[in-house]
């Protein structure tokens, strides 16, 4: 996604400076002002980092619940 986003805002400065050249107006320039400012927030996106495995130790009078979304325990006896 951020590969994406980064291509998507070049191409829409390109685009702005030549409509800038084509017809310098205030409309073009802020325009192109405002791509420039996308395209340089597009290096701040986060990249996409791999989850890390989960480990869980549990005693013999325990119950271990291990999830990677949410949770919603309600009556833990009637599982068994």
Do not use: C
């Not at 390109?14 to 802020?30: E, F, G, N, R």
């Not at 495995?53 to 009637?78: F, K, L, P």
Request: hydrophobic residues 50%; positive net charge.
């Amino acid at each position: 996604m951020r590969i994406t986003a980064i291509i998507a805002s070049g191409l829409v400065v390109l685009l702005a400076l030549i409509w800038v050249l084509q017809k310098p107006d205030y409309d073009s320039a802020v325009a192109f002002a405002a791509a420039l400012a996308v395209l340089f927030s597009s290096f701040l996106l986060k990249r996409n980092r791999k989850e890390t495995a989960h480990s869980q130790t549990v005693s013999d009078s325990s119950v271990g619940v291990q999830a990677g979304r949410d949770v919603n325990i309600r009556d833990i006896n009637r599982v068994k």
